[in-house]
């Protein structure tokens, strides 16, 4: 909840945003106080807070403490809080949703954009030379590096995408200087995934890793985009880290395809579209 409060803090009117600093700067004390006394601290009107209340999506000032009393008194934000087995319908879509966003947000705040950029020189560069851009990953991973492999082969790009372990080791003992081994993991810390991104390393190919910051994985590429969240990965499904690695994904195979050519990408893309018309019903 703190966490989704500093990340809107830009796009709130001002008013609204001094009602935020409040409760940033001691969020106990803004649960406890009656709204007088919260209007009359943030200089402004008893409307305003209220309005503050449901910009932030909640129902009003009193669901809002409610809300914030719970952050407070568990010492972690309430949009991080797992699905309790009690929960209405309504609870569960707030709380995946909550969550997704907070992670979205956080990370729109926090990333790299120079590795970003960094990671992408490299694979516009490997499509320019027609060298290899590869992607592994394992288990919901895996998933997640063939939905790369899906978005980056309609640009042109020589790729492929694997979760087999071996399969991983063969094909890293095949690149070379030119190439580029994506590897997306959650944990950072599958041994299969560590093997190959040391291979390819090894062997001159650029390792560009989806991960968390701390982890074995994130030290072992040459470029890392972090991929924090306040997702367990040991107690939880991954719903947050699987959204916000296909989120990693997009913003890469986005800014590859703004390098490649318009000239050739245009037509072949149309190209590609039209073939596809003929396998949808009119």
Same mark, same amino acid.
């Given at each position: 909840?703190?966490?989704?409060?500093?990340?809107?803090?830009? #796009?709130?009117?001002?008013?609204?945003?001094?009602?935020?600093?409040?409760?940033?700067?001691? $969020?106990?004390?803004?649960?406890?106080?009656?709204?007088?006394?919260?209007?009359?601290? #943030? &200089?402004?009107?008893? $409307?305003?807070?209220?309005?503050?209340? +449901?910009?932030?999506?909640?129902?009003?000032? #009193?669901?809002?403490?409610?809300?914030?009393?719970?952050?407070? #008194?568990?010492?972690? $934000?309430?949009? !991080?809080?797992?699905?309790?087995?009690?929960?209405? *319908?309504?609870?569960?879509?707030?709380?995946?949703?909550?969550?997704? %966003?907070?992670?979205?947000?956080?990370?729109?705040?926090?990333?790299? *954009?120079?590795?970003?950029? =960094?990671?992408?020189?490299?694979?516009?560069?490997?499509?320019?030379? @027609? +060298?290899?851009?590869?992607?592994?990953?394992?288990?919901?991973?895996?998933?997640?590096?063939?939905?790369?492999? &899906?978005?980056?082969? +309609?640009?042109?790009?020589?790729?492929?995408?694997?979760?087999?372990?071996?399969?991983?080791?063969?094909?890293?003992?095949?690149? @070379? $200087?030119?190439?580029?081994? %994506?590897?997306?993991?959650?944990? @950072?810390?599958?041994?299969?995934?560590?093997?190959?991104?040391?291979?390819? +390393?090894?062997?001159?190919?650029?390792?560009?890793?989806?991960?968390?910051?701390?982890?074995?994985?994130?030290?072992? @590429?040459?470029?890392?985009?972090?991929?924090? !969240?306040?997702?367990?990965?040991?107690?939880?499904?991954?719903?947050?880290?699987?959204?916000? &690695?296909?989120?990693?994904?997009?913003?890469?195979? *986005?800014?590859?395809?703004?390098?490649?050519?318009?000239?050739?990408?245009?037509?072949?893309?149309?190209?590609? =579209?039209?073939?596809?018309?003929? =396998?949808?019903?009119?």
């Amino acid at each position: 909840m703190l966490d989704r409060i500093l990340a809107s803090l830009p #796009s709130l009117a001002p008013a609204e945003q001094r009602v935020g600093r409040l409760v940033l700067a001691d $969020p106990r004390a803004f649960a406890s106080l009656p709204v007088t006394i919260l209007a009359d601290r #943030s &200089h402004v009107s008893k $409307p305003t807070v209220v309005r503050f209340c +449901r910009s932030m999506g909640y129902d009003g000032l #009193s669901d809002f403490k409610l809300k914030l009393a719970g952050t407070v #008194s568990e010492g972690v $934000p309430f949009i !991080h809080r797992s699905v309790d087995v009690d929960d209405k *319908t309504s609870d569960v879509v707030v709380k995946v949703i909550d969550n997704t %966003v907070a992670a979205f947000l956080k990370y729109r705040n926090d990333a790299s *954009t120079a590795a970003i950029e =960094k990671a992408t020189d490299a694979m516009a560069a490997a499509q320019r030379q @027609g +060298r290899r851009i590869e992607f592994i990953g394992a288990g919901n991973s895996g998933i997640v590096a063939q939905d790369a492999q &899906h978005k980056f082969f +309609r640009l042109g790009v020589n790729t492929v995408a694997y979760s087999d372990g071996h399969m991983q080791v063969m094909s890293a003992s095949l690149m @070379g $200087p030119g190439d580029c081994l %994506v590897v997306i993991s959650n944990s @950072g810390r599958t041994r299969d995934l560590m093997d190959a991104c040391d291979i390819a +390393r090894q062997n001159g190919a650029t390792t560009i890793v989806i991960t968390a910051s701390g982890s074995p994985l994130a030290a072992a @590429g040459h470029i890392h985009l972090a991929a924090d !969240h306040p997702e367990g990965y040991d107690r939880y499904s991954p719903m947050v880290s699987r959204l916000m &690695h296909l989120m990693i994904v997009d913003i890469l195979a *986005t800014c590859v395809a703004l390098r490649i050519d318009g000239n050739a990408l245009q037509p072949l893309l149309q190209s590609m =579209k039209d073939n596809l018309l003929n =396998k949808r019903y009119t």
